[in-house]
Structures are given as C-alpha cells and as structure tokens.
C-alpha cells in the first residue's frame, strides 16, 4: 500500500492596501530610510487601518481567493487551521471566525501559536490529518494584524512588522509530491527575548500594563539575531543532508522574512543562489505567521512540478523549523 502524503494543490495570499513606507516612518519616529534598509531591508509593510477589521478579515480574504482559485466548494473543506499571534480576541479561535465568514459550514478549526515559525507548525501538523486519511481537504492559513501590537514611537520594533497574510489548501496524493519531511524545534528558555510582556495569566491587562507599554512586541534584537542566523540556517541544512540534497537539488529556499541578513546568512550556509530565494520582506515587512505564504503566493507561477522546495522559519519561543516540500504542479 503506497504511502499518503500532503500535498500542497493551491496557494492565495492577501495584503492590505495601505502602504506604510520609510519615509512615512521617518516623520513618526528617530530613525531614516537607510538605517532600516541597512538592518533589515524593508522598504514598506501593508497596514490594515480600517475600523473594526481584525486578523480573521485578512484571513477571510486569503480564503474566499483560495477557494476560488481551487474550485473548491466552501462545504468540502474538512479543517482550517489558522497560525497567528494577533488573533481577533483571546477566544474564540481566529479559525473559527474565518471559518464562519468564509461559508465553511462542515469544516472544524482551531489556532496555532509558533510565532513567526506558526506557519510551518500548522502546515506540519495539519500534514497529519491528510497522512493518516481522516481528511482529504484541509486549509492552512497564516495570517496577521501586527500593526495592532506595534509601538510606533520605538524605532527598533515599528520599522520591522507588517500586515497581511496567505494559505495553503492541502490534499492527499501518493506519488511524489507534496510534504516530503520536517523538523521543527523548540526552545522556550528564549523566551525573555521576544515577547508580549502584558496581556496574558502572568500579568493580566491592567491600567498598570497599559501605561508600561506591556501590551507592544518586546525584541532584544541582537540575542534574537544570534539565535535565529544560527538556527534556521542549520535547521534548513539538516533536512537537506537527511534526504540526501545537495545544493544543486535545491530549486528554492522560502524563508521567513524576519530580516534580510538572517534571510541571506541561511541561503549562503545552504549553499545556493540569491536568485533561488523567495524575498519579499522589502514589499510587506515581517508578517510573522504570514511570510512563507506570501512568498509562496507572490511566486507561484514561477514554480514547477517536481521543484524541491524548503521552507525555513524562526520565531518567538524560541521556535523555528523547517519543511521540505516536492511541489505537484507548473504555477502557471
């Protein structure tokens, strides 16, 4: 009996229309269009400005455009599961609002918090429905409203993160193609580096919380820097020595988009090209849980059947990983 695997059979991504650039950046708060070129090389990021809007309207959008670019019936989807660190409320699940504004009535759903790795953990995990038959239709989203735990009156954090999101729908195939392996880690001694300090059972939102400035991304930028050149580039070299890769069989590296030296450092320790990596972190930042789905979305006709893909990530927790996939069909 041949063995089932996930298989990646269609890809959306959507970003807001607001577009906040450096320049913009440089009248809010200290900073200049070459400090951040230089640190990060983001150009701009997408904010979603519109009242009332949340996560689960970047996800809606990413999901009604997958579902018809799929030809998929709403009905025929069995599961949705959202990453995401901005979710609408504390409860309920962002999925389970994506779900209900997206008509998917039979589907059940839930989130995933890995930080910016949240998009490989839930891609990974929702793998295993397909793997083990339960579910022959499954959507992975990554979705994100940085903008809502931003400060932006702190030049080293407000320059970094952006809106926007893309998805995955997931079937079963037995050739091939598809997920082929993954490695994701876990260290939660790196904690302390890259947080929410107020909000959560430790420290409750208060006056208190508000006033401190608790409720904004916390980033010591070096010690995440440190961790995450190390790790995600050796993570991605890993799963290219276990299933015997060299660099010339490599088509394309989907990073992160943290930043672009990390980007650059885990693409030269893999050994391959800058023209072999999705970077698009000049266009739209750092969406945390949305990046590799947006690079995925952005170059998707430009992929071809049989294409070794791996996608690498790093985040807060600390958590990072990555997943190598065989893609199953010519973009365009």
Request: glycine share 10%; proline share 3%; net charge negative.
């Amino acid at each position: 009996m041949q063995r089932i695997k996930a298989n990646i059979t269609g890809v959306h991504g959507w970003v807001p229309d607001f577009v906040l650039t450096n320049e913009e950046l440089e009248k809010m708060v200290d900073t200049t269009n070459e400090w951040i070129m230089t640190r990060t090389g983001i150009k701009e990021r997408r904010i979603l400005r519109e009242p009332g809007k949340g996560t689960s309207d970047i996800g809606a959008e990413v999901v009604k455009g997958l579902l018809e670019k799929t030809n998929t019936d709403p009905k025929d989807v069995e599961l949705l599961i959202c990453a995401t660190v901005t979710p609408d409320y504390a409860f309920p699940a962002t999925a389970n609002i994506i779900s209900d504004k997206t008509g998917l009535s039979n589907a059940w759903s839930y989130d995933i918090n890995a930080a910016c790795s949240g998009f490989i953990y839930a891609l990974d995990t929702a793998s295993k429905f397909i793997e083990t038959g339960q579910y022959k239709k499954v959507i992975v989203v990554g979705a994100e409203k940085m903008s809502m735990m931003v400060d932006y009156t702190d030049r080293a954090t407000c320059v970094i993160f952006g809106d926007g999101g893309g998805a995955v729908m997931l079937e079963p195939t037995t050739d091939e193609y598809g997920i082929r392996d993954s490695i994701l880690r876990t260290d939660g001694s790196g904690r302390i580096h890259l947080y929410q300090k107020g909000g959560g059972s430790v420290k409750p939102a208060s006056f208190r919380t508000v006033a401190a400035g608790e409720h904004f991304v916390y980033q010591e930028g070096q010690q995440v820097f440190k961790f995450a050149v190390t790790n995600m580039a050796d993570v991605s070299v890993e799963i290219m020595k276990r299933n015997n890769m060299e660099s010339d069989d490599v088509n394309w590296l989907v990073p992160h988009q943290a930043n672009m030296r990390i980007i650059e450092a885990t693409a030269k320790r893999m050994g391959i090209r800058k023209d072999q990596v999705m970077i698009n972190i000049q266009r739209y930042g750092n969406t945390t849980s949305g990046t590799i789905p947006l690079c995925l979305w952005e170059w998707e006709d430009q992929l071809k059947k049989g294409d070794n893909i791996i996608l690498s990530a790093f985040g807060g927790g600390f958590t990072w990983g990555s997943i190598y996939v065989k893609w199953s069909y010519d973009g365009q």
